[in-house]
């Protein structure tokens, strides 16, 4: 069982900017591919950012050119830098990581950002 623990969510002013973590307690040098999800109130939850196995990233379009996705593979961690903060990035964001056929969640973090 992997554990994935995820840190750095808060409230943010529009235009103001965020860090999220997440912990994982498994090596990241095997993994496939780490992201992070959110899901807003009354919708369903949508991929964000993912980085692959060889630093590859993919970013859904609205979220382009404001965040980043990285990893420390020496502390195990995954980042979300997020800037230029938007009210309609209000979510519970998620770290999802998979390793091999095996997909682990994080419990989320929440992220509000008022206008």
């Known amino acids: 069982q992997v554990q994935l623990v995820e840190s750095g969510g808060g409230l943010v002013q529009a235009g103001g900017s965020l860090r999220l973590s997440c912990a994982a307690s498994?090596?990241?040098?095997?993994?496939?591919?780490m992201a992070w999800y959110r899901e807003a109130p009354g919708k369903q939850r949508e991929l964000v950012a993912k980085?692959?196995?060889?630093?590859?990233?993919n970013y859904t379009d609205s979220v382009k050119g404001r965040f980043t996705i990285s990893r420390d593979n020496a502390k195990d961690t995954v980042y979300l830098q997020m800037n230029s903060l938007k009210p309609e990035d209000t979510a519970v964001y998620y770290c999802?990581?998979?390793?091999?056929?095996?997909?682990?969640w994080g419990q989320g973090t929440q992220v509000t950002v008022s206008s």
């Open positions: 980085i692959s196995s060889d630093d590859s990233t």
């Open positions: 498994r090596s990241l040098f095997n993994i496939n591919y």
């Open positions: 999802m990581g998979r390793w091999a056929i095996r997909t682990y």
